[in-house]
């Protein structure tokens, strides 16, 4: 049955995958998960093996990446939007690397004693755009390797906002993981060194983000 699902779109499976909780589409949102996995399971496989590889974890551990990577996929279907993305293959791809990414960190977390949180606690504020960009660091479809090459634009986007928004934008991207907030520790270096309180830099926080979206959308009809 899968067969038939194989030639839909991205766009379509995923639409499918939110009919999940349905129980009349439940079939289906599965058949369609089957077809996204079959999809972009080498890929992910390939990114699995090389996060895993540079935290010393086993090839076992690179395949255990990759399935939690699918079934984060699968429980929170919903929250990639294909219509923020221009090639929405491409966009999927990097959403799933950067859930890998998560999923790599927890594990290593998990297999050397560190505790449930994700955070190592050397975790510091960043106050100015790095020399070398972490191989983590995604915006949207816009890999690592593109941002190398775009980053004067990508700073000329931080810099439309104050210094204070940058540095909560650098400060959230570079750390955060999903489904955990930052430590409190850095939360309460980030408040001190900014003199804000916390709903202050949450405001900041999406107001660089809204701008950094609108970045998103010219960059892509700028690399046209």
Same mark, same amino acid.
């Given at each position: 049955?899968?067969?038939? @699902?194989?030639?839909?779109?991205?766009?379509?499976?995923?639409?499918?995958?939110?009919?999940?909780?349905?129980?009349?589409?439940?079939?289906?949102?599965?058949?369609?998960?089957?077809?996204?996995?079959? #999809?972009?399971?080498? $890929?992910?496989?390939?990114?699995?093996?090389?996060?895993?590889?540079?935290?010393?974890?086993?090839?076992?551990?690179?395949?255990?990446?990759?399935? !939690?990577?699918?079934?984060?996929? @699968?429980?929170?279907?919903?929250?990639?939007?294909?219509?923020? /993305?221009? $090639? %929405?293959?491409?966009? *999927?791809?990097?959403?799933?690397?950067?859930?890998?990414? !998560?999923?790599?960190?927890? *594990? @290593? %977390?998990?297999?050397?004693?560190?505790?449930?949180?994700?955070?190592?606690?050397?975790? &510091?504020?960043?106050?100015?755009?790095? $020399?070398?960009?972490? &191989? !983590?660091? &995604?915006?949207?479809?816009?890999? #690592?390797?593109?941002?190398?090459? &775009? #980053?004067?634009?990508?700073?000329?986007?931080?810099?439309? /906002?104050?210094?204070? =928004?940058?540095?909560?934008?650098?400060?959230?991207?570079? =750390?955060?993981? $999903?489904? @955990? #907030?930052?430590?409190?520790?850095?939360?309460?270096?980030?408040?001190?060194?900014?003199?804000?309180?916390?709903?202050?830099?949450?405001?900041?926080?999406?107001?660089?983000?809204?701008?950094? !979206?609108?970045?998103?959308?010219?960059?892509?009809? =700028?690399?046209?």
């Amino acid at each position: 049955m899968v067969e038939s @699902y194989i030639q839909e779109s991205t766009k379509d499976l995923l639409q499918y995958m939110n009919w999940s909780n349905d129980p009349d589409y439940k079939e289906a949102a599965q058949q369609a998960f089957i077809a996204i996995c079959y #999809r972009f399971r080498e $890929d992910v496989a390939k990114k699995c093996e090389v996060i895993a590889n540079r935290k010393g974890l086993s090839c076992s551990d690179a395949i255990e990446i990759g399935e !939690n990577t699918f079934k984060r996929l @699968y429980k929170y279907s919903d929250s990639f939007d294909p219509d923020r /993305h221009e $090639d %929405c293959d491409k966009g *999927l791809k990097y959403y799933l690397f950067k859930i890998a990414q !998560n999923e790599c960190t927890k *594990l @290593y %977390c998990k297999r050397n004693g560190i505790g449930i949180s994700p955070y190592t606690g050397d975790e &510091e504020v960043i106050t100015e755009f790095p $020399d070398e960009i972490p &191989e !983590n660091f &995604e915006i949207g479809s816009i890999d #690592r390797k593109q941002l190398e090459r &775009e #980053r004067e634009i990508l700073e000329l986007a931080l810099k439309r /906002h104050s210094w204070k =928004h940058q540095v909560i934008y650098l400060t959230y991207k570079f =750390h955060q993981i $999903d489904g @955990y #907030r930052l430590p409190r520790k850095l939360l309460q270096e980030l408040r001190d060194m900014l003199g804000l309180g916390q709903n202050t830099i949450i405001a900041y926080k999406k107001e660089i983000n809204d701008t950094i !979206n609108d970045y998103i959308k010219i960059y892509g009809k =700028h690399k046209k």
